[in-house]
């Protein structure tokens, strides 16, 4: 089974399961000011396998699948036997550094809470527009260059963020997309020269 497929199936069943048991959903949720001040710091790992509704953990989720397939195919291209190894690391990692600026923002605020995995998935979707920038998204029907959409989802989390706009923790998404960008060009630097390349030879006509 891919590590898409069982990241997935790690997502539904630990919301499934906290949506059950209120005291599980409190206590796996975000809270900077219960990680500083009662070191429960599994907090950054257990936040990111949980959703709040449906619609979130379904768009989370198909954000996830959509190009997580497709870094497995990448990886497993051009960093064989390892690639699993990394997919997991840029994952598991991503959940936690996107949301350490939320954690120092907040540790001192008491009722902050966030949760989903937003900020692993932003990672997972800027690794695979560094690899490959000019592959198409459809944003509602419309197509655009993987890289046009970066810059849009970027411009729009740090606005968001500062505004913040719907109650969703936009900064998680922020810095996972940085850290999934640094993390992909340690693993294999050569893409960002790839990169360029590509972005050089688009045209909008």
Not at 117 to 124: E, F, N, P, Q, T
């Amino acid at each position: 089974m891919s590590p898409t497929i069982i990241l997935i199936l790690l997502n539904i069943g630990a919301s499934f399961y906290a949506w059950s048991n209120k005291d599980i959903y409190s206590k796996w949720m975000m809270n900077p000011y219960r990680i500083y001040h009662d070191n429960q710091y599994y907090r950054f790992i257990t936040s990111g396998f949980i959703h709040g509704d449906w619609m979130h953990l379904f768009f989370n989720m198909f954000a996830f699948y959509s190009f997580g397939e497709a870094l497995e195919y990448y990886l497993d291209i051009y960093e064989g036997a390892a690639s699993q190894l990394y997919f997991y690391g840029i994952y598991i990692v991503a959940l936690i550094v996107s949301d350490i600026p939320t954690y120092l923002k907040n540790k001192d605020n008491e009722n902050y809470n966030s949760l989903g995995a937003s900020g692993a998935v932003a990672a997972i979707i800027f690794a695979c527009i560094i690899i490959n920038p000019l592959s198409q998204i459809y944003i509602y029907f419309i197509k655009i260059p993987g890289f046009i959409f970066g810059f849009i989802y970027v411009a729009y989390s740090y606005y968001s963020g500062k505004k913040s706009l719907g109650g969703i923790n936009h900064d998680a998404h922020l810095y996972g997309a940085v850290f999934g960008v640094i993390s992909i060009l340690i693993i294999h630097p050569p893409f960002l020269y790839t990169f360029f390349e590509q972005i050089s030879s688009w045209r909008l006509f």
